[in-house]
Every structure is written in C-alpha cells, then in structure tokens.
C-alpha cells in the first residue's frame, strides 16, 4: 500500500482508512486488563466516550495490579505486547509493524560525533530554590520541610539525604548515559554537564535545539555523543555541527537502536521526551521500541523514566492515613465552604479522595491516589503508562531500573495551558507545591545518581520488594497530590478558579485566613 505516512505511526483502520487514537487507545487498555478482568475489558472496548471515561480503566489497572504481586507483570506484558503489535512504521511507501522494524528494514548507518566540554570544575550537586542556592544544612532542613509537610515521600527524602551525604556520587565520569530528547526542558542535561558524564543526546536534527546541547556541553565537564548521518571531523564548529547533529526518533528508530547497540559499554538509557498530542504516544512508543532492542543486544543496560504526579498509583496504607487525617481534620469553616460548593455543583468540586484499602495476596493492604486530570486526555495518560509497563517488566526481568515521580513542575509545556496554569497557581491553598523547572531539574537528576550508585536503591532488581509496583511508590516526589483530602480533579478545578483569581486580585490574604482556619 502506498502511502504519504513517514516513521511511526497509530495504525490506519481498514475500513474507515482513518487513523483513530481513541480506538488504539481502547484497544491496548483492553488488552492490558484481559486477563485480569475481561468484564473490564470488554467495557472498554465498548465505551463510546472514551475521551470522558478512560480514568475509570487506568484506575481498574491499579486496582487489578494491586490484588496480587503477579498481576502487574501480566498487565505490563499484555499491554506492550498489544502496542507492538499495533503500532504501525512506514517508510518509503511501505508498512511495517513496530514489532518488525529492528530487522526488516534497511537501515542507514549514523555516525558518531565527539564533542568535550571546556570547564575543569570539579562535580558539584546543589538545588536551587525560591532564588536560593541550597546545599549542607539549608538543603537538608529544606528536605525535612518537604517531608513533614507531606510534599515528598519519606523515601525521596531519604534519597536526597543520601546524595548529599555523598558527593563522590556525581563523579559520572564512569557511566554513558542516554537521553532521549536531551534538551527537554525538564531533564537533566545541564546537571550531567557538570558532572563529567559521558552523555549520548538524541534530539531532533534541529540547529536550535543542538546549539543549546552543544552550549551546555561546552561550558561543562563533560563528553557528548551525537548522532550524525554524515562523518565529521574533530574541531567541526559548533556553528556547523548544530546544523548537522541529531536523530528523529519518530522517523529514524530502527537506525538510533542499531547505532545505540554497537555503543562500547554499559548504557543507562533515559526516556525523557516529550511532544504534544498523539505524538507523545508515539515517542513514546519508539522509545520503547529502542530501549527494547538495546535491552536485547546489551543485558546490562538500565532504563530511566520520569513518571507524572497526575496520574493514578498504588500508594502505601501510610499515605492514605495521612489523607484521610487531613480530610477529617478539616476545620468547620472549610467543611462548611466545601460542602456547598460541592452540593453546588454535584460533586464536581471537593470529593472525598480513595481512603478505602485493597487487600493483596502478599498480606499487605495499599491505597490508591487517583490524580488523573482529565484535561491532560487519554493520550498522555497512555503515553506514561507505556513507560510504567516497560518499568515494571525490565525490572522483573533483571534490569536496574530508575523510574520516580517527578512534581507538577512550571515547565512550558504546561503552563502553555491556561488551565493547568491557573490550578498550580492556586493549588497552594490545598498545600500541593508546584516547582520550577530548574529545581525539579536537580531533585531528578539526583534522585537518578541515587538509583545508579546505592546498592539497596529499588532500582536494583537484586533489592527485594514485597509487590512490584512499590517501583513506582518509592522516591516519589507528588508535590502533595498524593495527601490532599479531597480527589486531585475535584479540587484543582477550584484552585485553577483560584489561580486566575489570585493573578487578577491578589488573593493572598484570604488565602492565609483560609488555611489558618483549618
């Protein structure tokens, strides 16, 4: 069949010769939840208004994964088995499944391109906050802040606390590490450039984008990889390479697997890319794709992931106290204002968040936090869940794997959107944090030294956990989503009414009055 189709792609429907995201999406939830509950299954499948409904299957996948430590492994396997087998490559006019593309296509070799960077300094971790440089004591005292007010987990802390007490950790001078979409806003490119890490970026053929990487690499200690599809010598300008560097990873994924593979030594592999839409999907899907592959050909490669807090998770009974002790604890003033917004509006503002408990087959009860937003879409959501499926099963199978929630963070692409944009403005009156990009920044990129040094780090498969999903639950920094007392899209909803409020009138004194009074 010919076709106008490049790279990779949702598959076309025979008979309507559309493509339909919703559809795929139905179909690899179905699939992921079939052998755990076919009733739930076929429910999705048949839903006509999947755009309204799909939190309520993303939340049956934790629920299922939950009930027994074997489960999530089925989940996982089911649903990227089905996603392979969906997803569709097209080149030169020809179709391929995604599952096919590694060997059936003829490939165009990349070259490899060296860049060093200039600085001499010696690595150095700190995290910058509210204009602040925080190391030694005011970083730990920030930490326990974070802690106690329910914005980080106990084992995130935990982790920074380690990292602080080890700064021979981010000497990175004996590790490669991989970025996929290297000059994500929210990654941690400018942190490994300091480093002295061996940095392989992938990013699209772009002259912007590389001559930020190729900025950032050159005041820095480190050492850049680039892919090139042509040979270019050592003292190539930055002025020339920035027009010369790159790889499409939508486009070119069977060529930056191949060319990753034939890399000497251990990789540490790093989804980090994002796009808009369906394409966020599909990046993610060929980052899979090549993470796979490389997996294959080098068993000692690790994976790397940065999970949303808008999502739905399995969290420890500890969490769910915490939240079920703020909603009882709330002052009468604000039962009284939630109340009637609430009865206002049929519930669509202020409801009670999940305090129930699901009992395991390894005698543990956990909780769930449904933070989906629905306005992010089931593409988005869709997008993530790859990414925990492929967590979850690497790990199993053997894999060191660092996979921590990231908080709700002011990068561009999401305050592009007005709405998320106004209810992180205003989720302060539910004490949930947002960060800038420059701090969450130096949290991950630590948090991800912690999981490749510490011996006892969950991302080591030989460190024993009693469920599987306990990857997700550990080092996890929500920004307090996890412990609000109402359900996150009941609430938000109001603080993004807040948010554009308190942008036009300054709404801070109310704000203080209000949580005073709680």
Known sequence: ?????????????????????????????????????????????????????????????????????KNPITIATQGLHKAHHSFEFYRQGQRYLLKDIMNDIERINLHTVQFKGQSQQAPEWYVPYQGQKLQGQALLDQIETWQQNGIIEPSHADALRAAAAHPEWFDLSDRTLVLFGAASEAGPLTWLAKWKANIVAVDLPNGRVWEKILNTIQQGNATLYAPCTEALTADTAITVLKDKL???????????????????????????????????VRVAMAMDSIMQYVSEQKADTSLMFMCTPTDVYAVPKEVIQASEQKFIQRSKAQQIISKSISSLTAQ???????????????????????????????????????????????????????????????????????????????????????????????LMA?????????????????????????????????????????LARTALPFAALYGFADEKLALKKWTNRFKKST
């Open 246 to 280: 790159g790889g499409d990873l939508l486009t070119q994924t069977p060529e930056i697997a191949h060319w990753l593979s034939e890399h000497q030594g251990q990789l540490d592999l790093a989804a980090i890319a994002y796009l808009d839409g369906e394409k966020h």
């Open 348 to 442: 669509h503002f202020f409801k009670q968040n999940l305090h129930h408990l699901i009992a395991c087959d390894n005698g543990q009860e956990y909780g769930i936090a449904d933070c989906l937003v629905v306005e992010q879409g089931p593409n988005y959501a869709l997008a993530k869940r790859i990414q925990q499926w492929r967590a979850t099963l690497a790990r199993h199978n053997g894999q060191r794997v660092s996979i921590n929630i990231a908080p709700s963070t002011t990068t561009h692409s999401v305050i592009k959107n007005p709405l998320l944009k106004a209810a992180f403005n205003g989720a302060s009156l539910f004490d949930v944090e947002s960060f800038t990009p420059d701090t969450t920044n130096a």
């Open 446 to 486: 630590a948090l991800w030294v912690y999981d490749l040094r510490h011996p006892q780090s969950v991302a080591n498969p030989e460190t024993p956990l009693e469920h599987p999903l306990e990857l997700m639950m550990k080092g996890a920094n929500h920004g307090g989503l996890w412990r609000v007392a109402y």
């Open 1 to 69: 069949m010919s076709t106008s189709f490049d790279g990779l792609q949702f598959p076309v429907n025979p008979t309507t010769h559309k493509i339909s995201t919703s559809q795929t999406g139905k179909a690899i939830i179905a699939e992921a939840l079939s052998i755990v509950d076919n009733k739930a299954s076929m429910e999705a499948l048949a839903d006509k208004n999947w755009r309204k409904h799909y939190p309520i299957y993303f939340k049956a996948l934790v629920e299922h994964g939950i009930r027994s430590i």
